[in-house]
């Protein structure tokens, strides 16, 4: 069974330049989420869908973050325009259905200069 | 909210030996408490979970504690091997049977096997 597949794995970019990141789930899971992880600390849930819809944003910066997971499947997750602050490892992982364990990505390692 | 705390942030120990990471949590409700191990420039995997109605819970050399009364869990690897170096996070969430749940994730644990 393939693993829940993410790109690019790494991306540099100038501050002020826009970036999105590709997420594809584990197939059959309902659930996906978008995490920050910053070096030496756990990852932190930026947002969470159910199917096609958003169920969980609260922690997702909206002035410059957004997200989408049109047809339910896939996802992307967009910052314009990126900050040096938001160099970090974002995660992409799935689960079956919500709450159940959660299988994670490899990430994309974002450096912003 | 809750709130994880995860100690020690870095753990060295000799290949074949035991290593201990200790996790405590806040909140009282908090019933699903899941660890998982992370390699370099890999996503956190799940290795072992456990729930409140618990005390422990083991798989081969890897197992979990529970004390529900000291808001504190512990992942014990026995007879550790060089491909047990990782990092190694544990969580929690205080509503795990509900939709809307989300884990708190303590801050990760370092784990070095020497030869």
């Known amino acids: 069974e393939a693993g829940v597949v993410q790109s690019p794995r790494y991306k540099i970019i100038e501050k002020k330049q826009p970036v999105a990141f590709w997420c594809n789930p584990i197939s059959g899971h309902n659930t996906l989420y978008w995490y920050l992880q910053n070096l030496g600390q756990g990852p932190e849930l930026l947002i969470r869908?159910?199917?096609?819809?958003?169920?969980?944003d609260s922690q997702l910066p909206k002035d410059r973050f957004s997200a989408e997971r049109l047809k339910g499947v896939d996802s992307t997750l967009k910052i314009q325009p990126a900050e040096l602050g938001d160099s970090a490892v974002y995660l992409c992982a799935s689960s079956l259905t919500s709450p159940d364990t959660q299988y994670f990505g490899p990430g994309t390692r974002l450096t912003v200069l | 909210g809750e709130n994880v705390e995860q100690h020690p942030s870095t753990l060295s120990v000799q290949e074949g030996d035991s290593a201990v990471i200790k996790c405590t949590y806040s909140?009282?409700?908090?019933?699903?408490f899941p660890w998982y191990k992370q390699e370099l420039g890999k996503g956190p995997q799940l290795i072992i979970d456990i729930r409140s109605n618990v005390g422990e819970k083991k798989d081969q050399r890897i197992a979990v504690t529970l004390n529900k009364t000291a808001k504190h869990f512990s992942l014990h690897i026995t007879e550790t091997q060089p491909e047990d170096s990782a990092v190694y996070f544990c969580?929690?969430?205080?509503?795990?049977?509900?939709?809307?749940?989300?884990?708190?994730w303590g801050a990760g644990t370092k784990l070095i096997i020497k030869p």
């Open positions: 969580a929690a969430t205080p509503s795990f049977m509900d939709s809307n749940y989300q884990l708190i």
């Open positions: 909140d009282s409700a908090s019933n699903y």
């Open positions: 869908y159910e199917n096609e819809e958003a169920v969980d």
